[in-house]
């Protein structure tokens, strides 16, 4: 029967299984106060992955995720997560974090720099024992990625959560979103450090000056456009900067992300550009998701994946909670405060699984390094809500509360 079926049967197969198992999983077990549907979505990934469904029927998996259909799933892939990024960008509020500059820049820098420290001590730890470090990373390159990648929020599942906690709307929440903010801005720097290329430097200055120039267009451009029309030119755009950075050597995503930044949230319609992000979530994003999974690797041994993966979650989650707790006392907030605010910035899963997916295919890190980041990262996104939501019943006040 395998012999005789199209590639395109095969295809579908695969796209069956994408879009059954995790929705299953999801209902069939109620995870949602967990892990949501796009959680479960990434761990379904793994499990339909060659370190689970792979060694359980490697035959079965060889047939239905040959190289034909992963390349053709590659494809929807990369796109999905450069729209997503995109939106990303675009949601970006930094006016926000200008207006309350100095709680911001406090809280974000040290939510971010006390895990990129703990992240990087734990990196180089790794460094001690053999098959972590990527065949084409310098060591700086793989402690700062790793250690980057513990410092992250993922800004698009923190949005979720919150909507799912009630405190999205809230001032306690919008500040949230100011410091998530100004951390994915420093992110995506970071990130294009560690990618500088010194051989092709030539045509990273080259996109760098480029951008700016076109950059400067564009946006006489959409200010001139109706809006109906800048949806369209927008993704036009999105596939040009994501071509320029990707020639440039610094990754499609990057340009994605520099592609949604320089845009103004308030071009679109919020109720559109939510309803866009949802769709790309609901429609498109699992194939990521799955493609995401079938790059986990378990060959230095699943225990050691495991332990490495427990090492970065602690590391990720004391490094963010002292940040915070620290920008808490010289701010002066209340009791319990830097605690709720700590645990949601500590949310990572998309953004980060993206990070560390741009570091798999740079060679910086292995394939056992990216899985024991990815169930970090779903560990961690885990716990946010069972830990948050106790304390916001215990301290209802802070939920209205301005600063």
Request: proline share 3%; with cysteine; net charge positive.
């Amino acid at each position: 029967m395998h012999a005789g079926m199209s590639t395109t049967e095969i295809f579908l197969i695969a796209m069956l299984l994408i879009f059954s198992v995790p929705y299953l999983i999801w209902r069939l077990f109620k995870t949602d106060y967990y892990a949501p549907l796009v959680v479960v979505q990434i761990i379904a990934g793994i499990l339909l992955g060659p370190g689970v469904m792979g060694a359980i029927y490697p035959d079965y998996f060889a047939f239905v995720f040959n190289p034909t259909v992963i390349h053709s799933l590659n494809g929807i892939a990369w796109w999905s997560v450069m729209i997503f990024v995109m939106i990303a960008g675009i949601e970006l509020d930094l006016k926000k974090a200008w207006e309350h500059r100095r709680e911001s820049f406090i809280t974000a820098s040290l939510a971010l720099g006390s895990p990129l420290v703990s992240g990087c001590i734990a990196a180089a730890g790794l460094l001690l024992y053999s098959g972590w470090i990527g065949p084409k990373a310098h060591t700086w390159q793989f402690v700062l990625g790793v250690g980057m990648a513990c410092a992250v929020t993922a800004l698009p599942i923190l949005i979720l959560l919150m909507e799912k906690l009630e405190v999205l709307r809230q001032p306690i929440g919008q500040r949230i979103l100011r410091y998530a903010s100004l951390d994915d801005v420093a992110i995506w720097g970071v990130l294009a450090i560690i990618l500088l290329d010194w051989t092709r430097v030539g045509r990273q200055a080259a996109f760098l000056i480029g951008f700016a120039v076109a950059t400067f267009l564009f946006r006489k451009l959409m200010i001139w456009l109706e809006e109906k029309d800048r949806w369209y030119v927008s993704l036009i755009w999105l596939a040009a900067c994501s071509l320029a950075a990707d020639w440039a050597g610094l990754h499609f995503m990057v340009g994605a992300f520099l592609a949604g930044a320089v845009m103004d949230a308030h071009w679109f319609n919020q109720e559109k550009m939510d309803f866009l992000r949802h769709n790309v979530l609901l429609v498109i994003m699992p194939v990521y998701f799955l493609s995401t999974g079938l790059k986990t690797n378990w060959a230095v041994g699943g225990t050691v994946v495991f332990a490495a993966a427990a090492v970065l979650l602690v590391a990720s989650i004391i490094g963010k909670l002292a940040g915070v707790h620290i920008a808490g006392k010289i701010l002066k907030w209340e009791k319990g405060e830097a605690s709720i605010i700590g645990w949601l910035l500590q949310t990572k899963a998309l953004i980060m699984i993206i990070f560390v997916n741009i570091l798999l295919d740079k060679q910086i890190i292995t394939s056992e390094t990216f899985t024991a980041l990815l169930l970090m990262a779903i560990a961690s996104t885990m716990l946010t809500v069972p830990v948050v939501y106790p304390k916001l019943q215990r301290l209802k006040s802070l939920i209205f509360k301005t600063k």
